[in-house]
């Protein structure tokens, strides 16, 4: 809960999509900060001013930056030159290896991924039974 009342008295306001994130926006000035248990993300786009906040963050509390960010919550996160691209083909392959299925062989989707499901007017009062369903 301290962490939580510093970050607002930063003017940081909790997210309403996560509990987890915080954010600062001031003029053209953001910073995102997350926090899971012991890890910390924090990013915006202004160094200065991230640096000044994880200054004043590492005054108040015990932190250690860990430079560029690489995984965080089994999600890999592999810089491009204009993005980051999130990716969790490693945390799949381990479930994957832990399920004994990583020899299995691939199977491509039966159905086109763009292709729009309905169900007919004819069947309206129909149950959900894929056999209702047409693409």
Known sequence: ???SKYLIEFDLCKSRADYSMFIYQSNDA???FMVYVDD???TGNS????DHFVSCLAQRFSVKDLG???HFLGVEVIPTPNDLFLSQSQYIIDILKEV???E???VHTPIGSSVDLFRPKDHSDASTDATYIEG
């Open 1 to 3: 809960m301290e962490l």
């Open 68 to 70: 560029a960010l690489h």
């Open 40 to 42: 910390i993300v924090v």
């Open 100 to 102: 004994d299925m990583h």
């Open 30 to 32: 953001l910073i995102y």
């Open 47 to 50: 160094n200065e001013l991230l």
């Open 104 to 106: 299995a062989k691939i």
